[in-house]
T-cell receptor
């Protein structure tokens, strides 16, 4: 069964460093997403990406964040200068819109980012 | 503001003891309500999508229902392997983003 994969599973970085989190969405999916979950808190939406551009973003997704689909299979989230409060699980998701406008998003296993 | 609230926060049941989890929502223009299961340290695993009031879906010991204000996840004769956090999320308006509840942590004791 197709699945979303993410690498690395755990990333430790120093405050102020840049990190790139990588995702391989399900191959025929068209929409790609990043969410994060701070330990013990709700899952939060960061950004959605369709047709090689950002379609929605939240207030969390500020200038420190960027996304890219560098080739036909990978989808990346870059955090330019990490802060302590960026420590969280980051989940990638993908979907293939059916039912007109509603889609089911399938999630990867996550990357745990620890900022020291 | 769109909001999703889940209750209870935690639920402990004996194996075989059936119960229900609640997800209430306040959104403008619901397009879909989603149930996911999340094991510790893992990503959300898709369970159900519900689109309109009155809809029901079943999978093994789980059954999800939807009204205009809330959704229930009924678990029948649960087993210890059903222990997990169950998350509810909605899509609304013209957005594709999911708006999440805080989850219900379900513990099934043998």
């Amino acid at each position: 069964e197709p699945e979303v994969t993410q690498t690395p599973s755990h990333q430790v970085t120093q405050m102020g460093q840049e990190v790139i989190l990588r995702c391989v969405p399900i191959s025929n999916h068209l929409y790609f997403y990043w969410y994060r979950q701070i330990l013990g808190q709700k899952v939060e939406f960061l950004v959605s990406f369709y047709n090689n551009e950002i379609s929605e973003k939240s207030e969390i997704f500020d200038d420190q964040f960027s996304v890219e689909r560098p080739d036909g299979s990978n989808f990346t989230l870059k955090i330019r200068s990490t802060k302590l409060e960026d420590s969280a699980m980051y989940f990638c998701a993908s979907s293939f819109p059916t039912s007109g406008f509603t889609d089911t998003q399938y999630f990867g296993p996550g990357t745990r980012l620890t900022v020291l | 503001e769109d909001q999703v609230t889940q209750s209870p926060e935690a639920l402990r049941l004996q194996e075989g003891e059936s119960s229900s989890l609640n997800c209430s929502y306040t959104v403008s223009g619901l397009r879909g309500l989603f149930w996911y299961r999340q094991d510790p340290g893992k990503g959300p695993e898709f369970l159900f999508t519900l689109y309109s009031a009155g809809e029901e879906k079943e999978k093994e010991r789980l059954k999800a229902t939807l009204t205009k204000k809330e959704s229930f996840l009924h678990i029948t004769a649960p087993k210890p392997e059903d222990s997990a956090t169950y998350l509810c999320a909605v899509q609304a308006g013209s957005n594709y983003q999911l708006i999440w509840g805080a989850g219900t942590k379900l513990i099934i004791k043998p």
